[in-house]
């Protein structure tokens, strides 16, 4: 709890007062900040700007007594803590840690031209100032989507593929600079090709990924499974105009969301709306309405159901929904064409940059893109050729040769002939105390929250399925090349991960085979998921996805909040009720607990079932913590009264009956009952 390791803080005497906290850093990830008030024996004892010196002797203290992800990464010297009118924490008054906060290793300057470089990428991507060589990647708080970027960055500026593998095993600064020297020494630098500008005057291209989409709507015109549905609700004196000015701009600023897609001789081609068209707004007025939360449903449903038309646009599209003179809702409904999970974040971000500085009557902040969606298109289908190519392919041929077509899960109804897309959700929370203990077995096991997480998912799939053989799919952003981050635009990609539970391993065994599957997997991202389903050619049925039929999704690339000036900003229902698989387990780090969602399709499962099978999860993840050693596949699931309900409520067949009668009379009273049912069936006799 945040509150035993502040009372761990307090007991150095340099402590009077410490509260600890988790802070969002600048990409987004949760770390543990300690504020700290200093008793008056270290006022005297230290000199001045010596934060970084109480940092790493706190540091130390604590991680004396507890363990590594226990330890908080800042520690911020206050004269007071700050409270609220009542007495109470106001932790919003609580300040953003700076450099000096952070714990660094004993710090020595990087040496040479590599170090300096990584520690002024590290600087960057993690929002610290100062970076050692001694300084450790992921306890300065790093995780998987940053690390993805840092390999982005090194190619940029070292000319050298770092691959992924190489960070996890050597995430201290200066030994990771050795091995990138190592290998330039063998091999010399790359010339890794820039993403520029195209022409606009010819035809302009659709990215790997919007050509599969493209193809999958003109299959089902009036589809709308592949729709991004948003939903805020506005407390407080929203400015009309800044607002619709604010969604005119960013609609004019990046050319994804004014992309459409003709095709006039059956291929298709990319045409750019004008800057000026706008953001198509409706606007609709709930007030004094009695039933307003039933027709503000029946709006959000309405919304996320209208289909878009690839061909006109514009592919995003947004209703106004006022509530009251002090509450809007607003609903912004986008195509997955010209979005996706990352480019959410982008969008808020911009939105409050945005209409900040229209409603205090300045003009636009935001810096001009260098490069745009058509751009990286079209660097993306020369980038993917020749060699890399084939080694792409390669990888994925021999990975998931001969892999199951289908994870066989019980379900509640037979399979329809023809996949349905209807679904509902169960909320899932991994409480504060279990997610602690998953970030100890995560960090004992070199594997990231995610990876562990990935193997619980594939332990349950298995044990419900019977497979020790089985595909889960797992979203990747694909943002590795630095000019795309700022862009809104479709460049997730899809990996199909192949986990191996053969041979009854412990759960250390199950993550050191996901920590490779899932490493090799990012490193091989590049090629589009639509190219690895040719490549494996799994049978095609209508029933089900081809490859696996399972997900899960990690957000690190959540959404981010709005920061409008005069405004409350909270997330409102969207009336979004599909799932594209089975089942889709989508989870995220809030604060200290891991949270989310648990998709299933209504066609195959009932509620109950699943509610049953987050249990399962939760159990099997608890399991996982107490003891790395067992096997997996002997870790009891079921609850206790489950288990009661199933080997003694269904086992209790006994009935009365008419016990001084022979079996023939007991026969003969049948046959008087029911002369005409069947009796005996025997091959075809009856």
């Not at 300690?34 to 005297?44: G, I, K, R, T």
């Not at 820039?194 to 022409?199: C, D, F, G, L, R």
């Not at 969207?574 to 387990?585: H, R, S, T």
Request: hydrophobic content about 45%; proline content about 6%.
């Amino acid at each position: 709890e945040p509150g035993e390791i502040a009372a761990r803080v307090a007991e150095h005497p340099f402590v009077r007062e410490a509260v600890v906290v988790a802070h969002e850093g600048p990409g987004g990830e949760q770390r543990l900040v300690a504020y700290v008030v200093c008793a008056p024996e270290a006022q005297s004892d230290e000199p001045d700007g010596a934060g970084a010196e109480l940092a790493a002797t706190l540091r130390a203290h604590v991680g004396a007594h507890l363990p590594d992800y226990m330890v908080p990464s800042a520690f911020v010297r206050l004269a007071a803590l700050p409270l609220t009118v009542n007495g109470k924490l106001d932790r919003k008054a609580l300040p953003a840690p700076d450099d000096e906060a952070y714990a660094h290793g004993a710090y020595e300057p990087p040496q040479g031209e590599i170090e300096t470089t990584l520690a002024q990428i590290w600087a960057e991507l993690l929002g610290v100032e100062r970076v050692g060589r001694h300084d450790h990647f992921f306890a300065l708080g790093g995780h998987s989507l940053l690390a993805v970027r840092l390999l982005s960055r090194v190619s940029q500026a070292i000319g050298f593929a770092l691959p992924l593998t190489t960070l996890f095993a050597k995430p201290v600064l200066a030994d990771l600079a050795a091995s990138i020297m190592d290998e330039l020494s063998r091999s010399g630098a790359q010339d890794l090709p820039a993403i520029v500008p195209v022409s606009r005057e010819a035809p302009l291209v659709l990215s790997f990924a919007q050509q599969r989409l493209w193809f999958l709507a003109q299959l089902d015109q009036s589809s709308t499974n592949y729709h991004i549905p948003l939903g805020w609700r506005l407390k407080g004196g929203l400015d009309r105009s800044a607002w619709q000015r604010s969604l005119d701009r960013v609609l004019a600023r990046h050319e994804a969301l004014r992309s459409v897609f003709v095709a006039p001789e059956g291929k298709p081609w990319v045409e750019l709306l004008p800057e000026d068209a706008g953001l198509p707004v409706v606007e609709q007025d709930l007030r004094d309405r009695p039933d307003a939360d039933e027709a503000l449903l029946g709006l959000c449903r309405e919304e996320a159901r209208t289909p878009f038309d690839l061909a006109r646009g514009p592919l995003i599209r947004g209703r106004l929904i006022r509530i009251s003179d002090e509450e809007h809702v607003l609903l912004l409904t986008q195509h997955h064409i010209v979005s996706d999970g990352w480019s959410l974040g982008v969008l808020v971000h911009e939105l409050s940059q945005l209409y900040r500085a229209f409603v205090a009557g300045e003009g636009d902040p935001l810096p001009p893109l260098a490069i745009q969606y058509p751009d990286y298109a079209a660097w993306q289908r020369q980038w993917l050729s020749g060699e890399r190519l084939q080694s792409q392919a390669q990888y994925w041929r021999n990975n998931l040769s001969g892999a199951p077509a289908r994870l066989a899960l019980p379900t509640d109804r037979s399979r329809p002939a023809e996949q349905s897309f209807a679904g509902a959700s169960v909320t899932v929370v991994i409480d504060a105390e279990l997610t602690r203990d998953l970030k100890r077995l995560s960090r004992q096991h070199d594997t990231t929250l995610f990876m562990t997480v990935l193997a619980a998912w594939a332990a349950l799939l298995s044990r419900l399925s019977g497979q020790d053989d089985l595909m889960i799919g797992v979203p990747s952003a694909n943002r590795g090349r630095r000019e795309v981050e700022e862009l809104i635009g479709c460049f997730v990609n899809t990996l199909a991960l192949r986990l191996d539970l053969s041979g009854e391993p412990s759960v250390a065994e199950l993550l050191a085979r996901t920590r490779r599957t899932a490493l090799g997997a990012q490193e091989h991202q590049d090629l589009p998921f639509e190219q690895v389903v040719e490549i494996v050619q799994p049978p095609r049925r209508l029933d089900h996805t081809p490859l696996f039929q399972v997900m899960l999704a990690w957000q690190n690339d959540a959404a981010g909040t709005f920061d409008l000036p005069g405004l409350r900003v909270e997330a409102a229902a969207d009336g979004f009720d599909q799932v594209k698989f089975d089942l889709e387990l989508n989870l995220c780090e809030h604060g200290e607990v891991i949270a989310g969602t648990l998709g299933y399709a209504t066609a195959l499962f009932d509620q109950a079932t699943i509610e049953r099978q987050r249990g399962y999860l939760l159990a099997l993840l608890q399991a996982m913590v107490a003891d790395a050693r067992q096997a997996v596949g002997r870790i009891e699931l079921l609850a206790a009264d489950e288990r009661a309900y199933l080997l003694e409520e269904l086992n209790r067949t006994a009935v009365t009956y008419p016990e001084q009668q022979c079996i023939h009379e007991l026969f003969e009273a049948q046959v008087r009952q029911a002369p005409d049912a069947v009796a005996v069936v025997y091959q075809d006799q009856r």
